[in-house]
């Protein structure tokens, strides 16, 4: 269903395919699973298949149900289970559609094992607690699992781990120090790298990595921009202005009244609030672009509109495009700076967009 209200999303497959093409070239010796979870980091998973159908090694997801989706439309790549399965109905589709699966637990292996036979033809992930302290076998566990799955000669194992702290000062030496110990002298494939331990780690670049959000042009780090790590935004949200309000000093805007003006000030009215993805925990002075100029919010956000000042942009009225992130009809402002300034991550921004906001494919 179409709607007359201006907010949309851009997604750019070109951008998406770069980023992969990117961990490649960073991580020349591995393959690379195209991790498309969570709608494809809200981008759309269909959108990331198409735009990845070519060139990607392999995908990622966590259900089963979009697995089978993705064989059901003709992918013949490897397709990656990231938490395994939960039914006996999974096990039985894992063996059938030649799924791999990570394992990460004693019960997992009973499961699958109890529906695989000698003839069984499977690849499957061990995945190791090294720290992150989630989901994974300790280092009895890990040995137990190995010799059951010597009695299954058609089993190949991968040992996996995930990162914790890929993206800050402690890195990933203590837990590459871990894996080393429980693996021993594992004479098999290893995938171990997420996105901040391809940008950043390369010893982690084993015979698979897992691009996620840098897929979707964000960087993981803090202190260093996609830009600056060669990264293009795939996502654009986009708005207009719908209103305009003069403010006396002493007037307060939005619910809560949370910002007050301490001189006349020009504001205008976006079309976009939290029903639509954006954050309401973003405070005033959240930045965005209207019609190319940077200004910032102001007020609380609301669940279809917003507040930005227009005091320094006085050509902006009615209809003036405004980028709320992404490289837009107004400008490019990244989707890291606004995640920033609203206390969360772009990982949240992509993925908390909402189902009422249209969305068309091409450049950005």
Same mark, same amino acid.
């Given at each position: ?83 395994? !399965? ?108 997420? #996105? ?24 993981? !780090? ?61 405070? #005033? ?80």
């Amino acid at each position: 269903m179409k709607t007359s209200r201006p907010i949309r999303a851009r997604i750019s497959p070109e951008a998406i395919r770069h980023n992969y093409q990117l961990a490649k070239k960073i991580a020349p010796a591995s393959k690379a699973w195209a991790v498309i979870k969570a709608n494809a980091y809200g981008h759309g998973q269909w959108r990331a298949v198409e735009a990845l159908r070519e060139v990607a090694d392999g995908f990622a997801v966590l259900e089963c149900e979009n697995a089978l989706a993705l064989r059901e439309a003709g992918i013949t790549q490897p397709i990656l289970l990231l938490e395994g !399965f939960f039914s006996a109905r999974d096990v039985r589709a894992v063996i059938e559609h030649r799924l791999t699966t990570v394992i990460h637990c004693a019960e997992q292996l009973e499961m699958l094992l109890g529906s695989a036979t000698s003839e069984t033809r499977l690849d499957i992930c061990l995945k190791l607690n090294t720290g992150m302290n989630r989901l994974g076998f300790d280092a009895p566990g890990l040995q137990a699992a190995l010799t059951v799955l010597a009695g299954f000669p058609g089993i190949a194992v991968t040992l996996m781990s995930h990162f914790a702290e890929a993206d800050g000062e402690r890195g990933i030496d203590w837990q590459l120090e871990r894996f080393a110990a429980m693996a021993g002298n594992w004479p098999g494939p290893v995938c171990l790298a997420n #996105s901040a331990a391809i940008l950043r780690h390369p010893g982690s670049h084993t015979d698979w990595v897992r691009p996620g959000i840098m897929l979707y042009g964000a960087s993981p !780090f803090d202190d260093q921009t996609a830009v600056e790590l060669g990264l293009k935004p795939a996502m654009a949200l986009e708005s207009a202005i719908i209103g305009i309000q003069n403010l006396l000093p002493g007037d307060r805007v939005g619910y809560g009244g949370s910002f007050t003006a301490n001189q006349p000030m020009r504001i205008g009215i976006v079309a976009c609030g939290y029903a639509d993805g954006y954050p309401r925990h973003a405070p #005033s002075g959240t930045p965005m672009l209207v019609m190319g100029q940077r200004t910032r919010t102001v007020g609380r956000v609301s669940m279809d509109m917003m507040a930005c000042d227009l005091s320094h942009i006085p050509a902006a009225g009615l209809g003036s495009p405004v980028t709320l992130w992404g490289r837009g009809i107004a400008g490019e402002l990244p989707a890291d700076e606004v995640a920033a300034a609203a206390g969360t991550i772009a990982y949240e921004l992509f993925c908390a967009l909402a189902s009422r906001v249209p969305v068309s494919v091409g450049d950005i």
